[in-house]
């Protein structure tokens, strides 16, 4: 947690150097740096040959994304106005995105190749964002190195102490759902994700208390985006990845109504805190189906 919180100032520090908007760089750097839990997890299970834990992890920390921090985010928030035409125009190309590894996890398997079908539609989805951005005239074509090196060398440090952490939590986990006997999907899609997930939280609750909710919105679906593209096809291209498509199907389908719901909010531009408590409840559901499942 500590390790991922300086991660994510050195990352917006540099960003607002560069210009971007609250929006992009809650999408595309603040959620980068909040998902890094998710990268370290993601790698250490993979090569400990347990990258089923990745797949429950990403796919609970998404869910728990969309509903229980951006629920918390609206509670806190009374009722948030988002504007922004960027914010409108990004609804359904996430949504998009998020079935992709859905559709691509259907025959139990995530390959090498699937990995790398990630990484390239998320690269690509980042360059039309980058380029809107630039197309509005705020960013920067050069930095100079004075101003962020200090930047990269505490990301770096941050980066290094957060792998070791995650190797240590992804062992921790597998001693966990081995002497109690649970699946390491569930262990993934709970209790790693409610971890990995706390980054995001604390950067939602200090985006409304300081009045940059587009910075929030942008971290709740960009951490959403970069699990599900980038963490996911990251640990099937060092590892890949073989489950059971049984156990997968009702947690992806509570992901897909949950960005849906997200997605509403972004369309009117508004979520209010009774809606808020919507969210909350969800996961509950959530919750819930999950144990009678197991």
């Not at 560069?18 to 890094?36: A, D, E, K, P, R």
């Not at 380029?131 to 770096?156: P, R, S, T």
Request: proline share 2%.
């Amino acid at each position: 947690m500590k390790s991922a919180s300086f991660a994510i100032t050195a990352l917006s520090h540099y960003a607002k150097e560069t210009g971007l908007s609250q929006y992009i760089i809650g999408f595309l750097v603040v959620s980068i740096g909040t998902s890094l839990p998710e990268f370290g997890t993601a790698v250490m299970s993979s090569l400990a040959g347990q990258g089923i834990i990745t797949v429950g992890n990403v796919i609970g920390a998404s869910i728990i994304d969309i509903t229980v921090v951006l629920g918390i985010m609206a509670i806190i928030g009374k009722r948030i106005k988002l504007k922004g035409g960027l914010v409108r125009k990004s609804a359904l190309p996430i949504l998009a995105l998020l079935i992709l590894p859905l559709i691509l996890a259907l025959n139990g398997t995530l390959s090498r190749l699937d990995g790398g079908l990630m990484l390239v539609a998320y690269l690509f989805y980042i360059g039309i964002l980058l380029k809107n951005e630039g197309g509005l005239g705020k960013m920067k074509k050069q930095v100079a190195w004075k101003d962020i090196w200090v930047d990269m060398v505490v990301f770096i440090g941050c980066i290094l102490a957060l792998l070791l952490a995650a190797r240590w939590m992804v062992a921790s986990s597998i001693i966990i759902a081995t002497e109690l006997d649970l699946p390491f999907f569930f262990v993934g899609l709970f209790l790693i994700s409610i971890g990995t997930t706390i980054p995001e939280l604390v950067v939602q609750v200090k985006s409304v208390k300081s009045g940059r909710e587009g910075l929030g919105f942008g971290n709740t679906f960009g951490s959403i985006v970069t699990n599900m593209i980038l963490i996911l096809g990251i640990a099937a291209l060092i590892n890949p990845i073989t489950f059971n498509v049984s156990t997968f199907i009702i947690p992806a389908m509570f992901l897909i109504t949950s960005v849906f719901i997200g997605i509403v909010f972004m369309r009117t531009e508004e979520i209010t805190w009774q809606e808020g408590i919507g969210l909350l409840l969800i996961y509950l559901t959530f919750i819930m189906t999950q144990i009678f499942s197991m």
